[in-house]
Structure formats: C-alpha cells, structure tokens
C-alpha cells in the first residue's frame, strides 16, 4: 500500500453512540499532528441522538462538528443496523476513504464494517479483541463481526490478541496499543466539574451527599438488565439495599428512565437515598466518578475508568469483556445478587476493597501510538509499530 499523501483518500472515522466518543476524540487529534496521515473526515451514524447523549459529549470532549450525520436514530438492531449500511454505503462512494476507522462495539461499528469490507476498503478496529463470551449480548455479536472484517486490529490489553488469534485472526494484523478510552480520561480529568456543583445544577440538595460517608455513583443501561421487567426489579431493590450503606448519584440512561416509567417502578426509588439524574456530560461524569467512594454500573467503558481512577467498581453483570479491571484494576463482578453487592459495599465502607493498578499501557498515550502505525501501515511514513506491540 505505497500510495502517495495526495494520492489517498481521508481518513473515515466513524461514531455512533455515547461510549465512540471518548474513543474518537484522541485518534481525531492524534491523527491531525501526526506527519502524513490524510485528513479526517467525522462521518456520525445518529444513532444517539439527545443532545445529553450527544452534543454534549461532543462538546466536552472536543469533537470537530461530523462532515456528516446519516441522522439513523432509534429502531430494532436490525432496522438500526440495516439503516446505517444504506446511509453509509454513497457516503463511502463518494468519499473514496484510504480506510474505515470504528471504535468499540456499537451497532454503528459493524454496520459501517460491513459496508466498508463489501467495498474492498480498508478497516481499522480501535478496541479490538475483547471478549464476555457471551453471545446474548449485541455487543458480543458486533465485536466478534467487526473483528473478522477489519485489516489493522488495536487492541487495548494483552488478552485480546489471543481471543483474535482464537478465531483466526492473524497475529501480524494486531497491535497492543493501550486504551484510547484512558487517553481522554487524563486529557479531560483536570477539568472534571466538581460533584457539588452537578447535584445543585440538577436541584439536588447540598446535604444529600454525607460528608463522612460520601456517594456512590450508578449507571445502568444493558438490555439484560432494564428490558426484562424482573431483572430490572432485582436491580432496584439491590440498589435501594445499598442506598441504606451510602447515598447513590444515578444519571440515567434514557432506556432504563422509560423502562422505570413503563413498568410503574418508580415508587421503588421514591424513599431511598438515590438521586436520579438526567444524562450528563463527560466532564461532570468524570467529576462524579472521580469523587465516588463506590461505583455500580453495567457499563464496559465505566469498568475500565474506575480502574484508572482507581474507584473500585461493582459490575452488574456475569461477565466482563475487560477481564483486566478485574484482575488488576478496581473491578468486581456482582450480578445481581443483593447481598454480594451489599458485602462488597460494606468492605468498601469499612476501608477495603480492590484498590488495584493501572494496566500496561494506559498511560494517556495510546492514540499517538495508533496515529504513529496507521501511518506506517497506510504506506506514508517508514514504519509502524514494531512486533513487540503485537
Ligand atoms: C448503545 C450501544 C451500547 C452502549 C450504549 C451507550 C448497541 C448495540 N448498543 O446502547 O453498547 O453501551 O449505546 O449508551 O449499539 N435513546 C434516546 N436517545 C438517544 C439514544 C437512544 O432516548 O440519543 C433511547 C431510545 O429509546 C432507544 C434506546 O435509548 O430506543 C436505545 O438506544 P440504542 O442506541 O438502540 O442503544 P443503547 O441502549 O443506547
């Protein structure tokens, strides 16, 4: 591939959901300083669409404004996934990209993948390689999918390259580079919005946070949690448990927001120590979960920034597909299981808990390293990323 800077076209960086953006925004500004790469060129799916789930973000994190949105928004997987290809499908002819730059496993991932490997052009998987193994999830389905399309696989810990390696994938496509999602996390934590300032903006009372005890924060949104009406039951009632140990801070997802309302479950949070909260923006959910004695989520992005914040995280789930926050970050798996939570709560409380360490290479610098091999790779500059990376 020894084409020339003018000969090629710009790079296409694809995002679509909340959790793209963090990831995006250091490989935009890493990809702008680095010597010879092309241009560019934002392409957002829709498919978050709020301005809390969305503009927002965009603006804390500071994201050029997308050359173009394909304005998709909600529907099943397979009419969302569907909708994207048709969108993105004369966004790509007319673009003539050199590659397709996706990040994690959204359903934007796989449908710009799926486009982009039809057209015989090139795509890059930032995040690659992460496996729960377990396939009733969507995101399992789009990571395992968009692995076997891309050409130049990132991958964020060491684990990854044997799950790729696993299912064919050949080693010289795959480079260790750390966690983009961390580089954002250093960059934006000095100007992380204080929690105070975030409950009296929502008209939270001051007092709600016990200044002995502190807060924790909770995030929920899987579908394996919130859709099915007893699962979500069963989240609740292990939340209001643990607002008895310490006052929660919920920015809610709009899926689980709904889900509460439909299944007339909001009188289950009405006595309790829990503060629900809209969506918020990165910067005030970085001050949150910087300032949280305790973390609750279902989420694959927050398991892996309380790990570098060093916040110990209870994961609702029976899985993870970042089994390093668990082996040597912050991260316990708790399920649903109401007096595991509460145990764990308690030793927390009581001063313990999983302090962990920051994982190999999640040092702020892994868009660098991939700005530095997409170069090499795409033929501009001499050389990528040396096998060691691998
Ligand atoms: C998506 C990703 C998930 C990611 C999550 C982060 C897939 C399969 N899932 O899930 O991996 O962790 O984003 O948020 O791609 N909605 C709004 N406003 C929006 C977007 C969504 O109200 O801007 C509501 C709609 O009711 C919609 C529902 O949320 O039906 C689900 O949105 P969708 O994009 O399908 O999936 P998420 O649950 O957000």
């Known amino acids: 591939m020894n084409r020339s800077q003018h000969a090629i076209g710009p790079l296409a960086c694809v995002v679509g959901a909340r ?15 680095q010597a010879g790469l092309p241009v560019v060129a934002l392409v957002h799916t829709g498919q978050h669409y ?23 928004g909600s529907a099943t997987h397979a009419v969302q996934t569907a909708e994207i290809m048709r969108r993105f499908e004369p966004v790509l002819d007319d673009m003539s990209p050199s590659c397709v730059i996706v990040v994690g496993d959204v359903n934007s991932t796989l449908a710009c993948s799926l486009v982009a490997a039809k057209k015989g052009v090139p795509i890059v998987h930032v995040e690659a390689g992460l496996r729960s ?4 999830m969507p995101e399992e389905i789009n990571r395992i999918l968009t ?15 044997d799950n790729l390696a696993r299912e064919g994938v050949a080693r010289e496509r795959i480079r260790f580079v750390g966690n983009v999602m961390i580089d954002s996390l250093l960059t934006h934590r000095p100007r992380a919005i204080r929690p105070e300032e975030t409950l009296e903006r929502a008209g939270i009372p001051a007092d709600f946070v016990d200044t002995k005890q502190g807060f924790g924060v909770v995030t929920l949104h899987r579908p394996s949690n919130v859709d099915d009406q007893a699962a979500l039951r069963e989240c609740l009632a292990l939340l209001g448990e643990v607002s008895m140990h310490l006052p929660l801070i919920w920015p809610a997802h709009p899926r689980t927001s709904a889900n509460i309302a439909r ?15 809209p969506p918020q923006g990165y910067l005030e959910m970085l001050g949150l979960l910087a300032g949280a004695r305790l973390v609750i989520t ?3 992005g927050i ?9 110990p995280c209870l994961t609702i789930r029976e899985n993870t597909e970042r ?22 709560v308690v030793d927390i409380m009581n001063g313990g808990g999983k302090r962990g360490r920051t994982p190999e290479l999640w040092d702020g610098h892994a868009a660098e390293r991939i700005a530095q091999d997409l170069a090499g790779w795409l033929g501009i500059a001499d050389a990528g990323l040396e096998a060691g990376y691998a």
């Not at 193994?133 to 009733?136: G, H």
């Not at 299944?263 to 909260?277: E, H, N, T, V, Y």
């Open 298 to 300: 279902d989420s694959g």
């Open 50 to 72: 709020d301005v809390e789930m969305n503009e927002r973000l965009f603006a804390d994190l500071g994201l050029p404004v997308p050359a173009l949105n394909l304005e998709v």
């Open 263 to 277: 299944f007339g479950m909001a009188s289950m949070l009405a006595s309790k120590r829990i503060a629900f909260l």
């Open 19 to 33: 959790p793209n953006y963090m990831k995006m925004a250091p490989l935009v500004r890493a990809f702008a300083v």
């Open 147 to 161: 692995d076997q399309l891309a050409q130049r696989l990132y991958t964020t810990e060491r684990t990854a390259a």
């Open 303 to 311: 398991q892996e920034e309380t790990t570098a914040l060093g916040v």
């Open 133 to 136: 193994f377990d396939r009733t």
């Open 323 to 344: 089994p390093i926050t668990i082996e040597q970050g912050t991260n316990t798996l708790v399920g649903r299981d109401r007096s595991r939570a509460v145990a764990c």
